[in-house]
Nanobody, 115 residues
């Protein structure tokens, strides 16, 4: 069973940067997708960025050009570099892995952007 542990959240001023990290314990077999989602207070959880084991990436329009997702398939980690942060990026960020038809979520890490 895969477990995910996120780190790297925190408080940052508008215009600043943060890097989130997610480490997956346990084996991930076959085609899989690792990614980041976020949920702001009073809003639904939304996709931020995903990266497949096949090499494709996908970004929400709101973060394109500011956020970069990367992964290490050997270490089973996925990173999210977030630049030019603004108040609308404030949310709890969740790591996600989809593999063999199963979704696994991390516990979430808070990102707060102060204006």
């Amino acid at each position: 069973q895969v477990q995910l542990v996120e780190s790297g959240g925190g408080l940052v001023q508008a215009g600043g940067s943060l890097k989130l990290s997610c480490a997956a314990s346990g084996s991930i077999f076959g085609f899989n997708v690792m990614g980041w989602y976020r949920q702001a207070p009073g809003k639904q959880r939304e996709l931020v960025a995903t990266s497949s084991s096949g090499g494709s990436t996908n970004y929400a329009d709101s973060v394109k050009g500011r956020f970069t997702i990367s992964r290490d398939n050997v270490k089973n980690t996925v990173l999210l570099q977030m630049n030019s942060l603004n108040s609308e990026d404030t949310a709890v960020y969740y790591c996600n892995v989809w593999s063999l038809g199963m979704n696994t979520w991390g516990q979430g890490t808070q990102v707060t952007v102060s204006s």
